[in-house]
């Protein structure tokens, strides 16, 4: 029922910018973290930046001081303004949300993806 939808992505040249949008649609929960992942061809996915229900944020050290994560709690949406993008900036980019669920032996993570949206860097 849970469905993730990722927007904004494109082709533009190093030194542009980007802002994906991902909203989750279909479920009543919160997420308590939302996401941001990438692939590119021949390469494992990565994390490049991740934000919790309060407010705290990590970034991969290749995007630091460049990418910004927010979120929007009452809509469950995620942002990422991406500035001074560069062609290894180059990939798939996914949507990940979590939740968590109250299971028999305790607390467990549920993670929820979308389908990726491409995003590409010229020069």
């Known amino acids: 029922q849970v469905q993730l939808v990722e927007s904004g992505g494109g082709l533009v040249q190093a030194g542009g910018s980007l802002r994906l949008s991902c909203v989750a649609s279909g479920g009543f929960f919160s997420f308590n973290a939302m996401g941001w992942y990438r692939q590119a061809p021949g390469k494992q996915r990565e994390l490049v930046a991740v934000?919790?229900?309060?407010?705290?944020?990590n970034y991969v050290d290749s995007v630091k001081g460049r990418f910004t994560i927010s979120r929007d709690n009452a809509k469950n949406t995620v942002y990422l303004q991406m500035n001074s993008l560069k062609p290894e900036d180059t990939a798939v980019y996914y949507c990940n949300a979590q939740t968590l669920q109250l299971r028999t032996t305790g607390w467990a993570p549920k993670d929820y993806w979308g389908q990726g949206t491409q995003v590409t860097v010229s020069s």
């Open positions: 934000i919790t229900s309060g407010g705290t944020t």
